[in-house]
């Protein structure tokens, strides 16, 4: 695995040239965008002045919200080609320097027949979004994995009859699957703890009431059940997967990674959903793309993605699943 | 009055089916140890003979895993004694495959590296179902100790169960090597 040195020299080498590139791309497209912003308030301007004084004025204004128009479809454009370039001459090279081998496709992500058969979330989607699919294989373990975002969508009608659409987030963020190192017929949950933390022994009966993910599977590792509720549809079967190792491994995972991990083994794959409140890998259109600490946080978010298959230990292959 | 006793008497019911319930997985969980255990025996027939051919040298390591099995599945034997039998036949059976690592033209074979794998997954699927049956234990002693299950439990005879030990062969990590030239044949 290549390490924060590494990055440097190659953000010094190889990858400062393309930022620059892409940081006049960026520029072109914010004043592209601050020139359609104007225009927009001159719309607003004209319609509120003129019209108020002779009705003839709204050719004006009819001609800035052309220009507005045109100015926006031009912003749009620059912005897309500027996030292009950005997703393949950074993300992607970044990518390539990890492991030359592995695919980056910046406009895929997991596909949904996936995300519901991990069976994590079983909450109903009404709208699923993702980029920045990246797949391969770490020695004999195959990965894939992508950012995404899952909402539902809920209807208020108020007392004047005006219906109103709120959207809510399922999950958002990273979401990780690879081959599991073990045969395995049933399903396992691993799940953020809450109601135990919050709730002491009251939380933990709470738990057992809840069936949406099989029956709940006690554990004997203090710290990995003070982080984690896990669930499943045998308990052999749970404890076979969770071996004291890597019950041990998942905790450390946690507290690398800093933020809530859901877990599912399913039909001999483990999949990962690390939340995040950020977008991963985008770069904002006010601000430059050149930062190094930019592109260390682009690093540091794919080194987790990739690091997952040797923290979780998954290439140790002495078991029947070669 | 006779609503008070009725809500009492369903009260008891319910308890009492709980603790059955408790019981009834302790008694499942041992089930499956007994099955992983089975497999293990099936097991070691086929990896003795496999070992033999390569390994002549190590008929005491042999012999002593043969003869702890066949103790193991003969006659009828208390819970006890079958633990600290099957403990005994992990060490050996640990042992077996510390010494045979020395002959790289067994663990060349195919054979016995899938004979491995299988010992391994074995292993794993019995240190799974110890600890299932510990937790189903310790689920079943707290619900017998606490108050009011205590009372019921003692009157109908509800005793306390003991935790499995894991054996020492299993804090061992187990390994299959694979890496081409260690695999290779001796020269």
Known sequence: ?322 | MWITFVVIALAVVLLYNSLIVKKNRVENAFASIDVMLKKRYDLIPNLVETVKGYARHERAALEEVTELRRQAISGNKSTEERIVMDNSLSDALSRLIVTVESYPDLKASEHFMHLQRSLNEVEEQLSASRRAYNAAVTAYNTAIEVFPNSLLARTVGFKHRTLLATPQGERVVPRVDTSPEETGPTA
């Open chain 1, 1 to 322: 695995m290549k390490t924060a040195e590494d990055l440097r020299a190659f953000y010094r080498t190889v990858l400062r040239d393309d930022l620059r590139e892409v940081e006049a791309l960026r520029s072109a497209a914010r004043n592209q965008t601050l020139l359609a912003i104007l225009g927009g308030i001159a719309v607003g301007l004209s319609a509120a002045l003129f019209t108020s004084i002779h009705l003839w004025a709204i050719v004006p204004a009819v001609t800035f919200l052309i220009l507005t128009i045109v100015l926006g479809v031009k912003a749009r454009k620059r912005y897309k080609h500027f996030h292009g370039e950005l997703k393949q001459r950074v993300i992607g090279s970044i990518i390539r320097f990890l492991d030359p081998a592995f695919t980056y496709r910046p406009e895929g992500h997991i596909p949904q027949s996936r995300y519901e058969e991990s069976g994590i979330f079983k909450s109903g989607v009404d709208r699923y979004r993702g980029d920045d699919l990246v797949s391969g294989s770490i020695d004999r373990t195959a990965f894939v994995f992508s950012e995404l975002h899952t909402e539902y969508k809920t209807r208020h009608t108020d007392s004047k009859g005006n219906t109103r659409t709120e959207w809510h987030t399922i999950f958002k963020g990273l979401f990780f699957c690879a081959d599991f190192n073990k045969h395995f017929k049933g399903t396992t949950y691993v799940l953020p703890d809450t109601a135990e933390r919050l709730f002491g022994f009251l939380g933990s009966t709470l738990q057992g009431w809840k069936r949406s993910h099989g029956d709940l599977v006690k554990l004997e590792d203090p710290e990995f059940e003070k982080e984690f509720v896990v669930y499943g549809s045998d308990q052999i079967e749970a404890r076979y997967i969770l071996s004291p190792g890597l019950m041990e491994r998942i905790v450390e995972l946690k507290k690398k990674a800093g933020r809530k991990i859901h877990l599912s083994f399913v039909q001999s794959w483990v999949n990962l959903a690390i939340e995040f409140d950020k977008d991963l890998f985008e770069a904002p259109l006010f601000g430059s793309a050149l930062d190094y600490p930019k592109v260390r946080d682009y690093f540091r978010d794919l080194q987790l993605a990739f690091g997952i298959v040797e923290d979780l230990n998954l290439n140790t292959r002495i078991w029947t699943k070669t």
